[in-house]
């Protein structure tokens, strides 16, 4: 009864991923084993009892390694959502930047236009440059 659960032990031990393993069902297996564990322990059966206990201990690996796969993967979305709002912050702040700079560099020409789409309110998002009028 191990054999079977072996492979999805190994999946779930190298690869991160856990899509299509439900912890409830292996969860309910553990609870089908421990019931079938007293049985056999009432009537004496210890070999049965070994056996199932085995294939409950098997249970519950693979039932905390998907849970544990599952909260990983949970909390990997969550990341990818937070550093996806940060990086586009950090594009902004570093536009702005940019920005900043480029028009220290055109002060020193005589005069300076603005190139691109003028706003009434600047942002640090809207493309803006400036070029030299001379």
């Known amino acids: 009864m191990v054999g079977n659960r072996l492979p999805q032990i190994i999946k779930l031990a190298r690869y991160p991923g856990a ?65 996806a709002v940060k990086f586009r912050i950090t594009r902004r702040v570093s536009e702005n930047y940019a920005f900043r700079r480029s028009a220290k560099n055109v002060s020193t020409c005589s005069s300076a236009t603005r190139v691109g789409d003028p706003s009434r309110s600047p942002k640090s998002w809207v493309n803006t440059e400036w070029a030299c009028v001379e």
């Open 19 to 83: 899509d299509g393993v439900s912890v409830g069902a292996w969860s309910l297996g553990v609870l089908c084993s421990s019931t079938w564990m007293v049985y056999y322990v009432g009537f004496h059966l210890w070999s049965a009892c070994t056996a199932t206990a085995s294939s409950g201990a098997a249970n519950v690996t693979v039932a905390l390694l998907a849970n544990w796969r599952h909260r990983q993967g949970r909390e990997d979305m969550i990341r990818e959502v937070v550093f």
